[in-house]
């Protein structure tokens, strides 16, 4: 399996945000500025833009010992902090850099009740192995389908979640590229799990392809 495009990278973290907002509250205008200008985004939104989709940064970077780190979109919300980078460990580094700095320069306070923390990774990959594989015990259903539309088949999508009322949705997806003509053979998946373990989770789904009948 080769990965061929780190896509994005979610880090976010959600809170009870009575428990950290500043005792003394918080000028919106200067803290939308000094975020903008820490962590080198396009502009910072306006109050209007913040009252219905959060505040979100886009277009930034922070420089870390690791080197420079690009930010897609940074959002600073009352009851947390979401982070898209192009993977979840550089995400998980400003979003701690976020979280330290909120505190020490505007006061926002430590959570007392244990934050619901949120990943998820998009790749683009090539597989070693023809996902095509999984559909041989489906051949007559296949064959049947086919016959019914007189298009040919192969495989398009493979997905499995998380109830949502257990929590934030929750999903593993493998699916052909959008856009990109199917004899390429390059698959968008997502998953609900850290870049590391989303990588190794395609590892494995390669290697169940290679034992498929």
Not at 111 to 118: A, D, E, G, H, V
Request: aromatic share 10%; proline share 5%.
């Amino acid at each position: 399996m080769k990965v061929v495009s780190y896509s994005g990278g979610l880090s976010s973290i959600r809170v009870v945000s009575d428990e950290i907002a500043p005792i003394k509250g918080v000028h919106l205008p200067t803290l939308f500025a000094a975020v903008a200008a820490r962590y080198h985004c396009d502009a910072a939104p306006t109050l209007e833009e913040a009252a219905k989709t959060g505040a979100r940064f886009r277009n930034g970077r922070m420089e870390g010992t690791e080197g420079q780190i690009n930010i897609g979109e940074l959002g600073v919300f009352n009851d947390g902090v979401s982070v898209v980078t192009t993977n979840t460990a550089d995400s998980d580094r400003v979003l701690g850099d976020v979280q330290n700095w909120l505190q020490h320069e505007f006061h926002f306070r430590e959570p007392t009740t244990t934050p619901i923390r949120y990943c998820q990774s998009d790749l683009v990959v090539k597989f070693a192995n023809a996902p095509d594989r999984l559909l041989a015990p489906f051949a007559q259903l296949v064959e049947f389908v086919q016959s019914e539309t007189a298009r040919p088949m192969a495989f398009s999508r493979f997905a499995f979640g998380a109830e949502s009322s257990a929590g934030p949705i929750s999903e593993f997806v493998v699916e052909r590229r959008v856009g990109v003509p199917w004899s390429e053979e390059l698959y968008f998946s997502k998953a609900s799990i850290s870049t590391r373990a989303h990588i190794r989770a395609l590892e494995m789904f390669d290697s169940i392809l290679e034992k498929a009948a």
